[in-house]
């Protein structure tokens, strides 16, 4: 589809628009989560509809956007998101006027569709200078500069949690492989499920995995530490440019004191490196979750500050969305593992 309003700004179908992929190729602040593959992911798996808005005309070659997807639901309600189950997807833009344009645009098409919220991950501060979008959630997102020699790396990782770790798994006599075939994803899936039950959590559905790699295709690389032929840790990538993003993992508790966790991601480092990479995007993090953050610094990766930013101004409740999430954990721990399986496979789409 395509529109414009008095500030000139067109709304595209990144699937549909030839300009799209070189646009993502060439922009600096594009990332994997920019792609045709994540996008058509998301909307094979969910059903979410891809939007952008731009300020570039039909005919010219894109030069900003705001990428979003479209979310409908009759249990959590209709709206816009940027993007859903997206670590960041920071708005393609050159200055702050066009932000403002894109973000009054978007607050415009919500009001208009009756859409719930309109809501954008990023951590560009400039977005408080938009009328309409307010502060919901704060996250930290941590990256690794992948640019030092493999010494010099290796020298900055924290000795005990991770070095120590990372030569005891060497002495396990794990086999490590990677790919992305049916086995092995089938075989992380099943890692997955085993965390996410874990920690009291709907595991996603299978098909989510199965159309990342369909979608993706060479993009993305499923590693695998195996104990004498059993799949005990796993761990999802994905490429984009000079940049691989970690974005799923899973173990077996039972074989994590063997160090395989540590030792698949120096197998990731190595191979990111091996490949030209300059940065291992290591997602971002809840700021509860200590632990989750400690282990990340550990490596040596940076963090910066990301915001979930919601329009209106009445959809934004930090301590409301805190509660919610609370009262959904404690839910989740009463609840059988069967029924969160099924759980995961039915609510997603109604989450994002």
């Not at 070189?22 to 602040?29: D, L």
């Not at 994803?185 to 790699?213: A, C, E, G, M």
């Not at 300059?278 to 990340?296: A, M, Q």
Request: net charge positive; aromatic share 10%; with cysteine.
């Amino acid at each position: 589809m395509s529109m414009v309003t008095s500030h000139t700004v067109h709304v595209i179908n990144p699937l549909r628009d030839p300009r799209w992929p070189g646009f993502v190729e060439w922009h600096s602040a594009a990332s994997v989560f920019h792609s045709r593959g994540w996008l058509r992911a998301l909307q094979m798996t969910y059903g979410y509809e891809p939007l952008a808005v731009t300020t570039s005309r039909p005919t010219e070659p894109l030069t900003n956007a705001l990428l979003c997807c479209l979310v409908r639901s009759w249990l959590t309600g209709d709206r816009v998101v940027s993007l859903p189950f997206t670590d960041h997807c920071e708005p393609l833009v050159e200055y702050i006027e066009q932000l403002r344009a894109l973000c009054a645009h978007l607050e415009a098409l919500r009001r208009i569709q009756g859409w719930r919220y309109a809501e954008v991950r990023t951590s560009r501060a400039s977005l408080s200078a938009t009328e309409s979008f307010r502060e919901c959630t704060i996250y930290q997102w941590h990256r690794l500069d992948l640019r030092p020699s493999l010494d010099a790396l290796y020298k900055g990782f924290h000795k005990d949690c991770i070095r120590r770790r990372i030569c005891h798994a060497e002495r396990q006599g794990l086999r490590y492989e990677e790919g992305r075939n049916e086995s092995l994803v089938r075989s992380f899936y099943d890692l997955i499920v085993l965390t996410r039950l874990r920690k009291h959590l709907p595991p996603q559905p299978f098909k989510w995995f199965q159309n990342l790699v369909a979608c993706m295709g060479k993009d993305v690389c499923i590693r695998l530490a195996f104990k004498g032929g059993r799949p005990v840790a796993g761990i999802l990538t994905m490429n984009h440019g000079k940049t691989m993003s970690y974005k799923y993992g899973g173990s077996d508790a039972r074989f994590n004191h063997l160090g395989t966790t540590p030792m698949l991601f120096w197998q990731t480092i190595q191979a990111a490196k091996s490949v030209g990479m300059e940065t291992l995007d290591l997602g971002r993090s809840d700021l509860e979750n200590r632990g989750l953050i400690r282990f990340k610094e550990r490596w040596g990766a940076q963090g910066v500050r990301l915001t979930l930013w919601r329009s209106p101004a009445d959809e934004v409740s930090p301590s409301l969305e805190r509660q919610k999430m609370r009262l959904a954990k404690t839910v989740c721990a009463s609840v059988p593992d069967k029924m969160l399986v099924l759980a995961g496979r039915l609510m997603y789409r109604h989450v994002g």
